[in-house]
């Protein structure tokens, strides 16, 4: 496509509820990377992909938080057992190389309630 | 700890003026330097890099400084114009990896 993907564009769960945020990068792009937008803040990295390969997950909050890429385009983050901490905005970038023109999405705004 | 600090939360400035915007780090293994600006239910837009070979690029009416010994990079937009009003965020890389974001700057250009 034109553009990084994401949907849906606003999700409303209940504390406890799991819930899966999509991601379809750029065509032909290899490194789609997922970041946390808390109100108020920067941008925070979570993970990023190349390839199929998750090739750094340091930024994931705990063990609640996941993310796959099973067949090299579409990602996928994963959050269980949602909690209100992670109200944020969930943005996912990608690029045609690692290092450079970062294309970001518009964003998954998720409101735990 | 802030890797990448965006002190001023807010700045206004009139239109046709000068905007400067500007942005600290503290990791010397930075080596790449982004702007970035966001419209609210937007994704942050790509505006302009630097790599930490460089001082300074320019793109119209964006030009970015970087300082490396000051650890310090700046954002200028000559002249303002009020659709410049938006959030502007810089980020940093190292090794061409993930960006680490600073908090923002809110950008008001009054006509």
């Known amino acids: 496509g034109a553009g990084v993907s994401q949907s849906p564009r606003y999700k409303v769960a209940k504390r406890g509820q799991d819930v899966a945020l999509r991601c379809d990068p750029i065509?032909?792009?290899?490194?789609p990377f997922w970041y946390q937008q808390a109100l108020g803040q920067g941008p925070e990295f979570l993970t990023y992909?190349?390839?199929?390969?998750?090739?750094?997950k340091s930024g994931l909050p705990s063990d609640r938080f996941f993310a796959e890429r099973p067949e090299g385009s579409v990602s996928t983050l994963k959050i269980q057992r949602t909690q209100q901490e992670d109200s944020a905005v969930y943005l996912c970038?990608?690029?045609?190389?690692?290092?450079?023109?970062?294309?970001f999405g518009s964003g998954t705004r998720l409101t735990v309630v | 700890d802030q890797q990448v600090k965006q002190n001023s939360p807010s700045l206004s400035v009139q239109e046709g003026r000068i905007s400067i915007l500007n942005c600290d780090y503290t990791?010397?293994?930075?080596?790449?330097f982004l702007w970035y600006k966001k419209y609210p239910a937007e994704g942050p837009t790509f505006l302009i890099s630097?790599?930490?070979?460089?001082d300074k690029n320019e793109d119209g009416r964006f030009t970015v400084f970087l300082n490396k010994s000051a650890k310090h990079l700046s954002l200028h937009i000559v002249p303002s114009q009020p659709g410049d009003s938006a959030v502007y965020f810089c980020?940093?890389?190292?090794?061409?990896?993930?960006?680490?974001f600073g908090g923002g700057t809110r950008l008001m250009v009054k006509p």
């Open positions: 970038a990608s690029s045609a190389r690692t290092g450079h023109g970062y294309t």
């Open positions: 065509s032909g792009h290899v490194s």
């Open positions: 992909f190349q390839n199929e390969a998750q090739l750094d």
């Open positions: 990791n010397s293994m930075f080596d790449y």
């Open positions: 630097i790599s930490s070979i460089k």
């Open positions: 980020a940093a890389a190292s090794g061409g990896n993930m960006l680490t």
